[in-house]
């Protein structure tokens, strides 16, 4: 359900694999990790929610939240498709690429009947996150999309992907791929329903040595 390893990590973070992980931690994060250009932005303070169960709201990526979705991947993923902290926050910072944040929203409204904003209190809690990006050919690629299975069958899956989706044909893309391992049968359900085609298959694509679909959607 997501790219291999990223193949030169230190053009990409500026940073090298043996450089110390204070270090790593403080210069990955200098610049900013939106979409440039991008046209709209996630509705922040919008409920969604799924037959009446997890209520959430999703949100551009923050510095403070790498730590988290570094433990949400490693959950997410086998060894050998899950990926390093220096390859997580590669991928996070490629030129064009951006990432979204699906977060729960507290059962709690003033006395006026608003909601109260997300960010707010302590009981907001990380339900998934997707990273995507926008290549120089104008084709969305879909880098990762990491839901933990306490999270699942509330829709936040499907809400990442389609705001990614949004954000891609917004940018100018004609159609967005991405590569799941052929071994994973709940990803590949959940992308055919979805609309996206198996387009080729890439041998020994991940670093345990399983093959990966390559998978396609027009926008």
């Not at 973070?13 to 931690?25: D, H, K, L």
């Not at 996150?129 to 969305?140: C, D, E, H, L, N």
Request: with cysteine; aromatic share 10%.
């Amino acid at each position: 359900m997501r790219s291999k390893r990223p193949t030169n990590l230190s053009d990409a973070n500026g940073t090298s694999e043996g450089a110390g992980r204070q270090q790593f931690q403080w210069t990955i994060f200098e610049e900013n990790l939106t979409l440039s250009g991008s046209v709209g932005r996630p509705d922040y303070l919008k409920r969604h929610s799924y037959n009446n169960g997890v209520e959430f709201a999703l949100r551009e990526f923050r510095r403070e939240d790498f730590e988290s979705l570094w433990h949400i991947d490693q959950e997410c993923f086998a060894p050998g498709i899950a990926y390093s902290r220096l390859e997580l926050a590669a991928y996070i910072r490629l030129r064009g690429a951006f990432t979204l944040i699906a977060e729960s929203i507290p059962d709690r409204r003033e006395k006026t009947g608003t909601m109260v904003a997300p960010g707010e209190g302590s009981s907001l809690e990380l339900l998934g996150f997707i990273v995507a990006q926008v290549t120089r050919r104008k084709v969305g690629h879909i880098l990762t999309i990491d839901v933990p299975l306490a999270s699942r069958r509330f829709g936040v899956g499907s809400k990442l992907l389609a705001t990614a989706e949004e954000r891609l044909r917004l940018a100018a893309c004609r159609s967005v791929e991405l590569e799941t391992a052929v071994d994973n049968a709940g990803a590949l359900a959940f992308y055919k329903r979805h609309g996206y085609s198996v387009v080729k298959t890439i041998p020994r694509y991940y670093t345990n040595g399983v093959d990966a679909f390559v998978l396609e959607k027009e926008l």
